[in-house]
């Protein structure tokens, strides 16, 4: 979301004559849009403005983001050179106040604002030569996990009106985009307004996207467990360009944990889900989220994650030590386990997960899988693209015949935990 984000920070900036710079120690004005998530994505917003003070001329500092929001006016406490705080829902006021800004001005705008950025927000200008972009559809959350600082940092749960989202696809497919991420904290809890001036759930906009000419390939993150319905696990079913991959986040495969973590669903529900969505769609490829060591975690508890990890067979997944985080009710739980024991459940888990990645991956050997061709790889000729599994795919561009943004069919020959490799067997 970040990434998103971002873009169209650069974009309403290029409405003020800002163009964007390679080099951060030749820029007028740096932004960092950072991540209030874990400890560790906060702490790295400090040290790297230490680190541009130290080696730069820039003259202006903007600090965006969940950490703007949580941190406020304790950023200009602690680091007095930085001139702009700005929350993840105010950003659409960066172009007005940096023009503001003097030597001796600074603004924090962390206040919920009335007006709605998207409403506010220029058209999309994306010109990095990518296939596939990200579209935020849904912001916020109202579910209080104990552990998440989203419900505070990005507010109560909002979704944008599916004219909204058509109009935003059909510009970013005008300017080449054939892949479509659609995004939200919980994207499946979409309820935005459709044509019809009824609510629409997300299998809804999925229908109307779908018909979108130029369209090829559609994607979504995050989900939660609770709020997939039937209509979605059906527009798997029907909708072609409905990417077979489902980010299904659990955190713990044990009841206890996702108690204490006030998910509302348990380890039994989450396998039904994915039973039924299996059930859809034989084929699809399944993530998911996991955090070790929250506060209470037993070994018992910890190993119910690695069975329902055996259980489910994931293709791929992520997955993090508890981090504690100011304001939520976990950082005050009793019982936070040291350091080490995270990090020793974490590899455990991590390495698990890498197996049956590994082992998933190798069920594409010999076959031909379709990718859109996203990037030039490291070594020379060649080219990086994705298939419909999500996974990275990699070949050589044998007479220089492919191109970025096409689609080809490539022959597997090889598979690495994170990535596929194979020759080209057709352009298309
Ligand atoms: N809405 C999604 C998750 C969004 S946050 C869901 O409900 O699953 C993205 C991921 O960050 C979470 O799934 C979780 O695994 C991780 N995360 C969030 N807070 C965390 C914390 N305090 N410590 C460690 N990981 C955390
Ligand atoms: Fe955070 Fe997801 Fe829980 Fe919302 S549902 S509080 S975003 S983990």
Do not use: W
């Amino acid at each position: 979301m970040n990434v998103y984000d971002s873009e169209r920070i650069v974009e309403s900036l290029s409405e003020k004559g800002f163009t964007e710079s390679k080099e951060m120690k030749d820029s007028d004005v740096v932004v960092f849009n950072t991540c209030h998530i874990r400890e560790k994505a906060a702490e790295k917003l400090y040290s790297d403005i230490g680190r541009l003070k130290e080696n730069s001329k820039t003259k202006k500092i903007v600090v965006a983001g969940c950490v703007a929001q949580a941190e406020n006016q304790e950023i200009i406490k602690r680091m007095p050179d930085v001139d702009l705080v700005i929350g993840p829902q105010s950003y659409h006021k960066i172009p007005d106040l940096i023009s503001k800004l003097d030597k001796k001005r600074k603004f924090v705008e962390t206040d919920f604002p009335t007006e709605n950025k998207f409403n506010v927000l220029t058209k999309r200008k994306k010109n990095d030569k990518k296939p596939t972009a990200f579209l935020t559809i849904q912001e916020g959350c109202d579910k209080f996990c104990t552990f998440c600082v989203v419900p505070y940092t990005r507010g109560a749960e909002y979704s944008r009106t599916t004219m909204e989202i058509i109009e935003e696809a059909k510009e970013l497919i005008g300017r080449g985009i054939s892949e479509l991420t659609l995004l939200g904290q919980n994207v499946n809890a979409y309820h935005g307004q459709g044509y019809d001036k009824k609510t629409s759930n997300l299998a809804d906009l999925f229908y109307e996207l779908s018909k979108l000419d130029g369209l090829k390939r559609l994607r979504y993150t995050t989900n939660h467990p609770n709020d997939v319905n039937k209509e979605l696990i059906q527009a798997h079913k029907d909708i072609e360009i409905l990417m077979p991959y489902i980010h299904l986040p659990i955190q713990s495969g044990s009841d206890r944990m996702l108690k204490l973590m006030n998910r509302k669903h348990t380890r039994q529900s989450y396998l039904e889900i994915i039973e039924k969505i299996r059930e859809a769609r034989c084929d699809i490829a399944i993530s998911s989220d996991f955090i070790v060591g929250f506060p209470g975690e037993t070994d018992s508890d910890f190993e119910q994650s690695l069975s329902l990890i055996n259980k489910v067979n994931y293709s791929q997944a992520y997955s993090f030590t508890y981090s504690p985080r100011p304001g939520t009710p976990a950082a005050d739980y009793d019982h936070q386990l040291p350091k080490e024991i995270k990090m020793e459940r974490l590899i455990i888990l991590q390495n698990l997960l890498k197996e049956q990645q590994l082992e998933y991956n190798k069920k594409f050997l010999n076959s031909s899988v379709s990718i859109l061709i996203e990037r030039e790889g490291k070594e020379h000729n060649q080219l990086v693209g994705k298939s419909p599994h999500s996974q990275s795919v990699y070949f050589n561009n044998v007479e220089n015949k492919s191109k970025i943004g096409n689609f080809a069919e490539v022959h597997i020959n090889s598979v690495k935990v994170s990535s596929l490799s194979g020759n080209i067997i057709e352009k298309n």
